[in-house]
């Protein structure tokens, strides 16, 4: 009997420690679950912006590159811990292939002090990093295919063993540009 007073106690931590490890687990799963659809959604609503959008300019801004910017910033809004390192504007063809042509946007966020390229208003401060897809070679009707691509940085939450530093995702979609109106 004297051999066996703290085995429970030590069973116990044990299982106490496990326990631990699948609540932390759980935890982590679940936010990075949400945050990646979020994510999903995101590049969807700013492919569908943009695909209504297509070419539109009201008077020497990109226009229709904001109104990705916007909807795609906007469905990401409240999510925390992530971080848009940058986001696409392509053409694409219909299997998904990103750049047809050479037709790639790329924005990303300005780091420091560094000059801006491009001001939306509910999607903030944009540095364009690539520019061989402007809105005006994006013309309604014009049967193309435009594709949106997000890159984030997520950041984990707890910091707990595997949960440490950030993990980069992307998430691509892609739609064809709409009728021409009239």
Same mark, same amino acid.
């Given at each position: 009997?004297?051999?066996?007073?703290?085995?429970?106690?030590?069973?116990?931590?044990?299982?106490?420690?496990? =326990?631990?490890? =699948?609540?932390?687990?759980?935890?982590?799963?679940?936010?990075?679950?949400?945050?990646?659809?979020?994510?999903? %959604?995101?590049?969807?609503?700013?492919?569908?912006?943009g695909?209504?959008?297509?070419?539109?300019?009201?008077?020497?801004?990109?226009?229709?590159?904001?109104? =990705? =910017?916007?909807?795609?910033?906007?469905?990401?809004?409240?999510?925390?811990?992530?971080?848009?390192?940058?986001l696409w504007?392509?053409?694409?063809?219909?299997?998904? %292939?990103?750049?047809?042509?050479? %037709?790639?946007?790329?924005?990303?966020?300005?780091?420091?002090?560094?000059?801006?390229d491009?001001?939306?208003?509910?999607?903030?401060?944009?540095?364009?990093?690539?520019?061989?897809?402007?809105?005006?070679?994006?013309?309604?009707?014009?049967?193309?295919?435009?594709?949106?691509?997000?890159?984030?940085?997520?950041?984990?939450?707890?910091?707990f063993?595997?949960?440490?530093?950030?993990?980069?995702?992307?998430?691509?979609?892609?739609?064809?540009?709409?009728?021409?109106?009239?």
């Amino acid at each position: 009997m004297r051999n066996d007073r703290g085995t429970a106690a030590v069973e116990l931590a044990l299982a106490f420690l496990v =326990i631990l490890l =699948i609540v932390i687990g759980a935890y982590e799963f679940g936010t990075a679950f949400v945050d990646r659809n979020a994510m999903a %959604n995101a590049a969807r609503e700013g492919a569908r912006a943009g695909a209504a959008a297509g070419d539109y300019d009201a008077g020497g801004v990109d226009d229709a590159d904001c109104i =990705i =910017i916007e909807a795609s910033a906007g469905a990401l809004s409240g999510i925390s811990g992530n971080d848009v390192r940058e986001l696409w504007i392509y053409e694409s063809d219909v299997n998904g %292939n990103v750049g047809v042509g050479g %037709n790639i946007q790329r924005f990303r966020r300005p780091v420091g002090s560094e000059p801006v390229d491009l001001t939306c208003a509910g999607g903030g401060d944009w540095v364009q990093v690539l520019g061989t897809f402007p809105p005006s070679e994006r013309p309604l009707g014009s049967r193309k295919w435009l594709g949106v691509k997000l890159i984030v940085d997520h950041t984990w939450k707890t910091g707990f063993a595997l949960w440490q530093g950030t993990a980069t995702w992307q998430e691509d979609v892609v739609m064809r540009l709409e009728p021409s109106p009239g």
